[in-house]
């Protein structure tokens, strides 16, 4: 599963430009990746896996502005298209995942 971060927090002072740094820092430290500004992205194991991230999440919420998070499965997730400009780009692969036995 993929769990997905999308914010539009405020930077007009100089208090909300440091919350929305720490917003980002506590999703980087979390282990999700910049898709796009604004956008990250963090591969999940298992739906229990997705509820740690997202309480994770709402713990660094900053006190303005707005986050929205959804999840996806890595089949949906594979179906992305990625276009720059005109040509389109392969998407990324999925990180390999851990198998025991």
Known sequence: MWLLAMFDLPVDTKEARRAYT???????????????YSVYTRHCASEENLEVHIGRVENALPPDGEVRLFSITDKQFERMRVFWGKTRQPPEDPPRQLELF
């Open 22 to 36: 720490r917003f980002r820092k506590a999703l980087l430290k979390d282990g999700f990746s910049r898709m796009q």
